[in-house]
């Protein structure tokens, strides 16, 4: 079973996903944090989003991988761990303008279907309902208000000082970037369950995305 679960930043995709496969015995395929893997190895190598021939040259010659330690689903660009670099404010400013390229995404949609089709996987991303995988069996879309996500993007940046002006501006212009891109935009599936946040507790909207599983699996 292929489960996937869309939404803009900051909505609670990641954690949620995680716990639900953790809970389930389901994989986790966290594609946004591949993205986050290219955007590291780009910056690294000094290659901006608009140079598209070494992108090219560059997915070429890296790895990327998921290893779980301690409990924890990592992520491995060639042979390092790259799990806190993913998540900087750098790569989190950065990471929509190589997403949308498309030489990127195919690379990326190819290496998600194969990890995913090897087992009972949920799938969390910006168009895993839509693009990777449109024919899921379950399909689930996460949304928070613009407050609550800088909230919890903020919460999330242990060590980076920054307003939440400052960090509401950013996913504002994140959510505009991922929605309007031309390849493969963030866009709601018609056939997914739409799930606002908001004010749900953490448990609640593990609770439901379950039940949704559990009962697809005896009809």
Same mark, same amino acid.
């Given at each position: 079973?292929?489960?996937?679960?869309?939404?803009?930043?900051?909505?609670?995709?990641?954690?949620?996903?995680?716990?639900?496969?953790?809970?389930?015995?389901?994989?986790?395929?966290?594609?946004?944090?591949?993205?986050?893997?290219?955007?590291?190895?780009?910056?690294?190598?000094? !290659?901006?989003?608009? &140079?598209? %021939? =070494?992108?090219?040259?560059?997915? #070429?010659? @890296?790895?990327?991988?998921? /290893?779980?330690?301690?409990?924890?689903?990592?992520?491995?660009?060639?042979?390092?761990?790259?799990?806190?670099? !993913?998540?900087?404010? &750098?790569? %989190? =400013?950065?990471?929509?303008?190589? #997403?949308? @390229?498309?030489?990127?995404? /195919?690379?990326?949609?190819?290496?998600?279907?194969?990890?995913?089709?090897?087992?009972?996987?949920?799938?969390?991303?910006?168009?895993?309902?839509?693009?990777?995988?449109?024919?899921?069996?379950?399909?689930?879309?996460?949304?928070?208000?613009?407050?609550?996500?800088?909230?919890?993007?903020?919460?999330?940046?242990?060590?980076?000082?920054?307003?939440?002006?400052?960090?509401?501006?950013?996913?504002?212009?994140?959510?505009?970037?991922?929605?309007?891109?031309?390849?493969?935009?963030?866009?709601?599936?018609?056939?997914?369950?739409?799930?606002?946040?908001?004010?749900?507790?953490?448990?609640?909207?593990?609770?439901?995305?379950?039940?949704?599983?559990?009962?697809?699996?005896?009809?």
């Amino acid at each position: 079973m292929i489960v996937t679960i869309d939404g803009p930043a900051g909505s609670g995709k990641s954690s949620t996903a995680r716990e639900v496969a953790r809970r389930t015995g389901f994989n986790h395929l966290d594609t946004g944090a591949m993205y986050r893997g290219i955007t590291v190895a780009a910056i690294e190598a000094g !290659i901006s989003p608009e &140079e598209h %021939s =070494k992108l090219t040259k560059l997915l #070429s010659s @890296i790895t990327l991988s998921f /290893a779980n330690e301690d409990g924890k689903t990592v992520l491995y660009l060639n042979d390092r761990n790259v799990s806190t670099e !993913i998540r900087s404010r &750098e790569t %989190s =400013k950065n990471v929509s303008a190589y #997403s949308a @390229i498309a030489e990127v995404r /195919a690379a990326m949609t190819q290496l998600q279907q194969e990890l995913a089709h090897a087992a009972d996987t949920v799938c969390e991303g910006r168009d895993m309902g839509t693009v990777v995988f449109p024919h899921a069996e379950l399909k689930f879309f996460m949304v928070a208000s613009l407050e609550e996500r800088a909230k919890r993007r903020l919460q999330d940046l242990h060590t980076e000082t920054i307003s939440f002006d400052e960090m509401a501006r950013e996913i504002a212009q994140r959510d505009t970037l991922d929605s309007t891109r031309a390849e493969a935009p963030l866009l709601e599936p018609a056939d997914a369950y739409r799930l606002d946040t908001t004010d749900l507790t953490f448990e609640e909207q593990v609770a439901y995305i379950i039940r949704k599983i559990e009962h697809s699996k005896t009809v």
